[in-house]
């Protein structure tokens, strides 16, 4: 990963969470990780559209991972005492609203910036948390969501190489899930107690969150500078820029659906079962069986 761990962690100063007095509270943050846990049946939308075999292998076994933290939450809530329930709109618009439209946004939005995210979430409850059990679940999850952000960092730096447009069009939509942590802050300010050990620190702690994922970007390439020193016309620009070709793309889509319909083998996306043979992880042949000694005059 571009970040370690300690630049993904917020310093709770030893505050931790309660499961007797604060079961409520951990039964609202366990059913937004539940939420975005259940996303991740769109790796199957995502393994149908993979650029290459390494893609599809690694959206394969990442979308039995994260079903797997689908039932390590629900054993956490069982241990916990509360049960499942509706998530909060924002983090439905944040994992669900904004799925991108092709792979460049799925890894660089869902994936680097996205799990990023959720990853500094887990982080904080294993800090935090005061139950030995439940964070030992969550150990061994954590490994797993590290290599999700990785491979979304890779894929991400691979996608932009070369394509300053495509850069712009990234940055701008990152620029709307910052917002959107932001948006979750100022919910949490005011609905949350100001006395409480650890929630008292979920505005600054969400605050790291968006810092975290700006120096994300930057090591990415996808911006060469601090946002800071952008403006706040340029952030508003980039967004423009982005939402525009997003509303050009789906006019495109409009215009020709009925050259799609009638000629649909021409305007098919090419998937893996047409390009694997071009594959470099299909050409990689493994090496040849070496010939066993003696086994011609055997079967001479
Ligand atoms: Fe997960
Ligand atoms: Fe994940």
Redesign the pocket.
């Known amino acids: 990963m571009l970040l370690n761990r300690e630049e993904m962690s917020f310093d709770f100063k030893g505050a931790k969470l309660d499961p007797a007095r604060d079961r409520e509270l951990l039964g609202w943050m366990l059913n937004q990780f539940l939420y975005g ?1 259940m996303t ?1 049946i769109q790796c199957g939308h995502w393994l149908y559209a993979a650029p290459s075999v390494e893609a599809a292998r690694f959206l394969a076994r ?1 979308s039995v ?2 079903l797997q ?1 689908v039932d390590n939450f629900l054993r956490i809530m069982g241990m916990l005492g509360v049960a499942p329930a509706k998530p909060h709109g924002m983090v439905k618009f944040l994992s669900t609203g904004m799925m991108g439209n092709d792979w460049a946004e799925h890894v660089a939005l869902e ?1 680097a910036a996205g ?1 990023g995210f ?1 990853l500094m979430a887990f982080y904080a409850i294993i800090d935090t948390l005061d139950h030995e059990d439940a964070v030992a679940i969550l150990r061994r999850a954590v490994k ?2 590290e290599r ?1 952000v990785d491979f979304g960092e890779q894929q991400t730096m691979k996608a932009i190489a070369g394509k300053g447009w495509l850069r712009r069009r990234l940055l701008g939509l990152n620029l709307v899930s910052m917002w959107g942590v932001k948006r979750l802050a100022g919910f949490m300010h005011t609905r949350l107690p100001a006395d409480h050990p650890v929630l008292k620190n979920m505005p600054a702690f969400l605050d790291r969150c968006n810092q975290a994922a700006e120096t994300r970007m930057l090591r990415m390439g996808l911006i060469d500078r601090p946002l800071a020193e952008m403006g706040g016309l340029t952030r508003a620009a980039r967004v423009a820029e982005a939402y525009g070709g997003k509303a050009l793309g789906a006019l495109a889509r409009l215009v020709t659906w009925p050259f799609r319909l009638l000629l649909p083998f021409v305007f098919r996306q090419k998937r893996l079962t047409d390009t694997y043979l071009e594959d470099p992880a299909i050409r990689a042949l493994p090496a040849a069986p070496k010939a066993v000694p003696g086994a011609e005059s055997d079967a001479a």
């Open positions: 846990e991740g990442q991972e994260e933290h994936m799990e959720v797993q969501e999700h």
